[in-house]
């Protein structure tokens, strides 16, 4: 964060200082877990479900913060506030005013969010000073605190924008004013809050209506609902795509591991681009990030180099490794919805021709009434796609194995440890294997995969 005194932080936030002098100064970073505030830094206190965050304040203040951001007095350095969230959106919004060389980059989606904020990130720090952190920070509060983490060093600002209803991206865009927004693609995550797809893309181009005129809008072209935004900004509007689209990727192909090379088009130039990720849908997020890079000025040839060396930096998304057994294992478990566990069972398919492959999928969360219909075409696609063995995870995952009805070797687990005992059973080396799920712990399958001491084939 730029430096700010702690009367500063109470006049932005509206709030009230105690204990402490105005001229006190924060030159350290904003952290809401304590364990994290560095000397010079800012505490931000919640009242959680299980723990009062204020009864950290003390610890904090002693091991050298500032100050703390709280909602009640509790003897130590700190600005009173009635709501920590609200004051974190005034502190964020301060220090995008006063960055005025800071280049502002939002992307939103209803799937490869992160993956390609990840790329962004990566692709933008070659330019200068980038802040792009791991996770899904993309809500009322990861939006702020990653707002917060730039300095007057910071020359890119990469922010993931997640949405749960009309109205929740353009408040985040009014924290923090994009000058180039990312939609990328517009499905079924989060049908369940919106209504429909229509409303899920309303949602969506909330970002492109917040860019300046001389901004810049990169939108999907072989999505219509993405592409169909160009009427919803004044930015400058640029397509990315397959075809008919300013930034293209022509004659995609699949090596045996499942990554993706491409012609890469743009402005009567092309250049190969071989890339290190797994699965074809990467395609799409790479050219996403080149569209953001090339309108940041990187150089032709630097990025078609670059987007080969962009990686997974997010954990639990398409994260691929081998274990000692001699298992090929793509953890996807951090979420899932319908278009993103296609795009894995795909990817799947992909890597595991010629050997034997297993998806390990779990519920998919937020589809409303498209619940039953969403988990069932999952299903369909793994029995298209001759996935030789199917274990879903939990009863109110059942609806994928109803799909799924083609396939001989399938199974319904009751949770995580029935999951992993039925993998033990039959697992063998070169076998290929995809965990998925809404965070539902699915993960714990993934996490018994890595370690060799248990996992033995057959």
């Given amino acids: 964060m730029i430096p700010l005194t702690l009367g500063e932080i109470a006049s932005i936030t509206g709030g009230t200082l105690v204990n402490a002098a105005p001229d006190v100064t924060v030159t350290g970073g904003v952290e809401y877990d304590s364990r994290k505030v560095g000397p010079g830094g800012l505490f931000v206190a919640f009242d959680g479900e299980k723990v009062d965050g204020h009864s950290y304040a003390g610890g904090v203040i002693a091991g050298g913060a500032a100050g703390v951001l709280a909602t009640k007095d509790v003897g130590v350095p700190s600005v009173i506030v009635e709501d920590q969230l609200a004051a974190l959106a005034a502190l964020a919004a301060h220090v995008v005013r006063n960055l005025d060389k800071l280049v502002v980059v939002g992307l939103t989606g209803s799937s490869g969010k992160t993956t390609t904020k990840d790329y962004i990130g990566q692709l933008l720090s070659r330019l200068g000073p980038t802040v792009a952190p791991a996770g899904s920070l993309n809500n009322e509060l990861g939006f702020p605190y990653t707002v917060l983490q730039a300095t007057p060093e910071t020359r890119f600002l990469v922010l993931e924008m997640g949405a749960r209803g009309i109205g929740h991206i353009r408040y985040l865009t009014e924290i923090a004013r994009p000058s ?46 993405v592409s169909a935004m160009a009427s919803r900004t004044s930015a400058r509007v640029v397509l990315t795509g397959s075809s008919a689209a300013d930034v293209q990727a022509a004659e995609v192909k699949l090596d045996a591991s499942g990554r993706a090379s491409y012609l890469l088009k743009w402005g009567g130039r092309s250049g190969h681009v071989a890339l290190g990720v797994v699965g074809q849908h990467q395609v799409a997020n790479t050219l996403a990030a080149a569209a953001v890079a090339l ?75 498209h619940e039953i219909s969403g988990h069932a075409e999952v299903g369909r696609l793994a029995a298209e796609l001759n996935i030789d063995r199917l274990i879903v995870v939990a009863e109110n995952a059942r609806p994928i194995l109803d799909g799924a009805a083609a396939l001989a070797d399938k199974h319904l687990a009751a949770d995580q440890a029935e999951a992993i005992a039925i993998l033990k059973q039959d697992l063998r080396a070169d076998d290929v294997v995809l965990v998925k799920g809404s965070r539902y712990r699915t993960w714990d399958v993934a996490d018994w995969l890595r370690r060799p001491e248990e996992v033995q084939p057959t």
Avoid: C
């Avoid at 499905?187 to 369940?192: C, D, L, P, T, Y």
């Avoid at 478990?333 to 398919?349: E, F, I, M």
């Avoid at 010629?354 to 969360?365: D, H, N, Q, S």
């Fill in 295 to 369: 309108a940041a000025g990187m150089d032709f040839d630097e990025l078609t180099t670059a987007l080969g060396e962009v990686g997974i930096v997010s954990g639990r998304r398409m994260d691929v490794f081998q274990n000692p057994a001699g298992v090929t294992v793509i953890d996807d478990s951090y979420n899932a919805n319908p278009s993103s566990t296609a795009a894995a069972l795909r990817a799947l398919a992909s890597m595991g021709e010629g050997r034997r492959t297993t998806a390990v999928l779990g519920y998919m969360a937020e589809l409303g009434e």
């Fill in 180 to 225: 180039i927004g990312v939609v990328l693609n517009v499905g079924a995550a989060h049908i369940g809050e919106f209504g429909s797809i229509e409303g899920t893309a309303l949602a969506k181009g909330e970002l492109v209506e917040a860019l300046p005129v001389d901004g810049v809008a990169v939108l999907n072209a072989d999505d219509p609902l």
